[in-house]
């Protein structure tokens, strides 16, 4: 079964990848008088371009210089700039991989940064599942992770925990969802709901699929049809504006969202008013 996606490939580099273009590289990566007294004391032009861009990276998007990773030209030519170094220079950083190690903690321990670790993964699911109730779209989720995690000090997990963490935090979202609008349902209400899938030989077919089954074409007995559907639903008895008591307006829409992708010719929920 094939994996499902929190994000698009345009998305992912929004979010994951350093912006460089030329106000954002200004706002994100202009080094501090404190920066360049910790810069300034590492040998060398090589390692203090080295550990600027363990600075820069780490300041954002927040994942850091990570082993095997690279850094964008021209942020790399906004950093050698300020420190008066020929870019070119920073081609040989790092030839001994506990250089990179060492300066990424030095950098990490400047900035008050700690790592993000297997341990914090419930945590981070659970940052995620209140962005979910707030909004459904995988950017916004994934942006607000982002966010908690670095105003909590972590250094960012790798781009691929953090998708699977928002997608763990957006399914508990609906869950709770569906939980709290269920929750004020009563019991004669629930086996009406219970009873949408038993087959009804008076319709030849499960009332769920019965209400599946809607005519499109415009007509005086396609309307009558949808009027019928309608009223069908609503001697269920469910109280319109549970949607507005128990959640948020917002996971109802996803609720109806999630509910077209599986039944797609269902009656809309805001229909049944």
Request: glycine content about 6%; hydrophobic content about 40%.
């Amino acid at each position: 079964m094939a994996r499902r996606n929190l994000l698009t490939r345009e998305e992912r580099e929004r979010l994951f990848l350093p912006r460089t273009d030329h106000f954002s590289i200004i706002r994100n990566y202009t080094l501090t008088v404190e920066d360049l007294d910790i810069i300034g004391k590492r040998r060398g032009p090589v390692n203090r371009l080295g550990i600027a861009a363990h600075l820069a990276l780490l300041r954002h998007p927040g994942f850091g210089l990570r082993t095997n990773s690279d850094i964008p030209d021209a942020i790399l030519n906004y950093l050698s700039a300020q420190l008066g170094v020929a870019p070119g220079t920073y081609g040989a950083y790092g030839q001994r991989p506990q250089t990179r190690t060492d300066h990424s903690s030095i950098a990490a321990d400047y900035l008050g940064l700690r790592p993000f670790t297997r341990a914090d993964v419930a945590h981070a699911i659970e940052l995620a599942a209140r962005a979910a109730m707030r909004s459904d779209r995988g950017e916004t989720i994934a942006r607000s992770l982002m966010d908690n995690l670095k105003a909590e000090r972590f250094i960012l997990p790798l781009p691929d925990t953090l998708e699977r963490a928002g997608l763990a935090g957006r399914a508990r979202a609906r869950k709770r969802a569906a939980s709290e609008i269920v929750a004020e349902l009563g019991g004669s209400t629930l086996e009406l709901l219970d009873a949408l899938l038993i087959n009804d030989p008076a319709l030849g077919m499960t009332p769920l699929a019965w209400l599946r089954d809607m005519p499109g074409s415009p007509s005086t007995k396609n309307m009558n049809a949808l009027l019928k559907r309608l009223r069908f639903i609503r001697d269920l008895g469910i109280e319109p504006a549970i949607s507005l008591e128990t959640v948020m307006d917002l996971r109802i829409d996803k609720i109806e969202t999630v509910r077209h992708e599986h039944l797609p010719q269902a009656v809309p929920v805001r229909c049944v008013r």
